[in-house]
């Protein structure tokens, strides 16, 4: 009896300690993220879906598979949410303008299919380097 009591114990806390963190469809555990500067970052819903737009400063050199690292660890480091638009810039002055090196959307892929704010399971990422 007291094996299963144990197991139970066991069970329940680690479904506990897997609900806590957020699960992204990818991992940055061994990748270097290259340097990057955020240089906004705006949410811009005020209710459900939630809703961030930033500009990010990196190299001009970047190539897209190290864009693609950037965009999931910011990604990661925001709070819980729907859609992220980010776009990247050489230079902070050029910010204001059309995006320079390139961009990132995270989000679902289907209209008909939104899952509350934290539940990344149906969420896709799309980088593109310019």
Not at 15 to 25: D, E, L, M, T, V
Not at 42 to 54: D, G, K, R, V
Not at 94 to 123: E, I, L, R
Request: proline share 7%; aromatic share 10%; net charge negative.
């Amino acid at each position: 009896m007291s094996k299963y009591f144990a197991l139970l114990i066991t069970i329940g806390i680690a479904i506990a300690g897997c609900s806590s963190h957020a699960k992204f469809p990818w991992s940055l555990e061994g990748k270097t993220v290259p340097k990057y500067n955020i240089v906004s970052n705006e949410e811009i819903s005020a209710t459900e879906p939630i809703t961030f737009a930033l500009s990010v400063v990196v190299s001009p050199d970047i190539s897209k598979e190290d864009l693609t690292t950037v965009s999931q660890k910011i990604i990661e480091e925001l709070p819980r949410h729907n859609l992220v638009t980010i776009f990247y810039y050489s230079d902070p002055k050029q910010v204001h303008d059309a995006f320079t090196v390139g961009k990132a959307w995270w989000g679902v892929d289907d209209d008909k299919n939104f899952p509350p704010p934290g539940d990344y399971s149906h969420h896709v990422l799309k980088v593109e380097r310019k």
